[in-house]
């Protein structure tokens, strides 16, 4: 049954987490087309206001030279400055051609090579005439001379463009950056989904292990009582309890994996000094074992102790591998202000400082056999439940290795 909860607030958990991505990739998604809704609202009004502007303009524009023509009428002649109205006519944007009845250009801001090619001023005046109903402007009356004012659009086109341009400039990078951001998003969370899915195979199975140990050491608790009632040496019942003891804690240590981790404060001196006493007793002859913990005064901090002496065992053990049957290790626990250390030495191979922080990811290993998840697990142990740090500290090849572990007083840990 904690098993099954264990598993359904994981999955939960990943529900839950999918949830919040799904969700910020709508809202992302939501405002991304508000903006793009947004630009083309904007752009629709500018595009209107400017139209509305420009037709101003230009109404403006031919209202201003119907005056100047008129303007020049003195007792009935025509009296004006052609260069003059030119130089007014380059400043005019709406296309003008001011001719007389035989199609004489007085006045325009058309390109020399329409003014000077008959045929395309003939067709341009025409598609004046088609866009917008000429001006006529007379003067006299025998003989009555007549001026007529043809105009034509601006470029609506061109200039509603270069608006659209400028409020579009920048849509691209932001779509670009909103899809990036939901990418990332999007690979965190199924990327996490995965390393969850994992993580929850491997509780399931430890806790598995856990159980299935269970009924075994039970039974080989009957079996060592039975076994205290019998004509047997004495000593040997007691190191088979022992190590009954120990496999009893290693299947504690497996159920809490995936569980919700409590931390106890206890004297660091006689966890540690547990383990070392039962390596002691089972290591080989050629190495020695020293321990500093037993002869200090007690240092209290808060830790979880079957987890915590999992932690030095698997230290213990590595230093073991490393020693190959012949050296010392020495078992050191230390403080120095608010910190408490742990340190695990030995005098075997040595790590290459290339290893020094490799040792501790999944699936390193520099042994023939193993998995290379005891450093691996301890890290875990001690930085996710202890929030503590371990790490090498000092190691040179041929000349041993120290890992150090380290956590921080917590108030009560006195």
Excluded: C
């Excluded at 020049?72 to 052609?82: D, E, K, S």
């Excluded at 950056?177 to 390393?195: D, E, G, L, N, W």
């Excluded at 740090?389 to 006195?414: F, H, M, Y």
């Amino acid at each position: 049954m904690k098993l099954r909860r264990i598993t359904l607030s994981g999955e939960v958990f990943s529900l839950h987490r999918n949830t919040i991505v799904i969700v910020v990739g709508l809202a992302l998604a939501a405002l991304s087309i508000f903006y793009t809704w947004r630009v083309s609202a904007d752009m629709k009004h500018e595009d209107e206001m400017a139209i509305e502007q420009l037709r101003e303009d230009e109404r403006n524009a031919v209202e201003m030279w119907e005056d100047i023509l008129r303007n020049t009428n003195i007792g009935g002649q025509m009296v004006y400055n052609p260069e003059l109205l030119n130089k007014l006519a380059e400043h005019t944007n709406v296309p003008l051609i001011i001719a007389d009845e035989r199609l004489n250009v007085l006045v325009t801001n058309l390109s020399s090579e329409i003014v000077d090619n008959p045929k395309r001023l003939r067709e341009e005046i025409m598609l004046m005439s088609d866009k917008n109903r000429p001006i006529s402007v007379s003067y006299g009356v025998i003989p009555q001379v007549t001026f007529t004012i043809y105009f034509g659009t601006t470029d609506y086109q061109n200039l509603v463009s270069s608006a659209h341009s400028r409020a579009l400039a920048f849509f691209p990078y932001v779509q670009l950056i909103i899809i990036a951001v939901f990418a990332i998003f999007a690979y965190i969370a199924f990327s996490s989904t995965k390393q969850n899915e994992q993580n929850r195979v491997w509780v399931g199975l430890a806790k598995e292990t856990a159980h299935q140990l269970g009924t075994p050491t039970s039974s080989l608790l009957g079996w060592i009582e039975y076994l205290r009632s019998q004509p047997v040496d004495k000593m040997a019942v007691d190191e088979m309890a022992k190590d009954l003891a120990h496999l009893m804690k290693i299947v504690d240590r497996f159920s809490k994996i995936g569980s919700e981790t409590q931390l106890t404060s206890m004297n660091i001196n006689e966890v540690v000094g547990d383990t070392v006493m039962y390596f002691r007793r089972r290591i080989p002859r050629n190495v020695t074992l020293t321990y500093n913990g037993l002869a200090m005064s007690p240092i209290k901090v808060s830790i979880n102790a079957a987890l915590f002496e999992w932690v030095v065992e698997n230290l213990m053990k590595n230093s073991l591998d490393a020693l190959q049957g012949q050296g010392s290790i020495d078992v050191e626990v230390g403080e120095s202000g608010d910190m408490v250390y742990v340190d695990v030495s030995d005098s075997g191979k040595g790590i290459p400082k290339g290893n020094w922080t490799r040792i501790f990811e999944p699936g390193f290993t520099t042994k023939t056999r193993g998995w290379g998840l005891g450093l691996s697990l301890s890290r875990r142990i001690i930085e996710e439940y202890h929030k503590g740090k371990i790490a090498v500290v000092r190691s040179e090849p041929g000349r041993g290795t120290t890992i150090r572990v380290t956590l921080k007083r917590r108030e009560g840990d006195v």
